[in-house]
């Protein structure tokens, strides 16, 4: 087994390679669009995996009291990022172009599982217990 951490990592990398297939569609309607299926399946299918696992490993490891401030803070965060995103990725569009921008976005999308693979959340393994980490 990987262990949460690693799996956390790996599903994030696999779910921005989902992207890159999109670089690979071809111009005509049909091979494009069934691309743009695959890429949206894999993407999302190895998408979820991180954030299912991020939320256990939170729940596990706060207290009780400030999980609702922690969740409301990365919603908050998260939505932010998204909006900017938004942003940031039409400009790049206009300025760069389609498949330029993609490539950019690849990278992006890399960033937090490298971050992860690097710190100590590759050596989670199993998500603690409460007891294990409350002191209760």
């Given at each position: 087994r990987l262990g949460a951490g690693?799996?956390?990592?790996?599903?994030?990398?696999?779910?921005?390679?989902?992207?890159l297939i999109l670089l690979l569609a071809p111009p005509e309607p049909a091979p494009a669009m069934t691309a743009l299926v695959?890429?949206?399946v894999?993407?999302?299918?190895?998408?979820?995996i991180p954030l299912i696992l991020a939320v256990s490993l939170r729940q596990s490891l706060l207290a009780n009291t400030v999980l609702g401030r922690v969740g409301a803070t990365f919603s908050a965060v998260g939505g932010g990022a998204a909006v900017a995103g938004a942003l940031i990725g039409g400009a790049l569009g206009q300025t760069l172009g389609l498949r330029e921008t993609l490539i950019v976005a690849i990278g992006g999308l890399l960033v937090g599982p490298a971050?992860?693979?690097l710190s100590p959340l590759r050596q989670v393994r199993v998500m603690p217990a409460d007891d294990e980490v409350r002191g209760t």
């Open positions: 690693l799996t956390i990592c790996l599903s994030g990398a696999l779910s921005a390679r989902g992207v695959v890429s949206q894999l993407g999302d299918a190895f998408g979820v971050i992860g693979a």
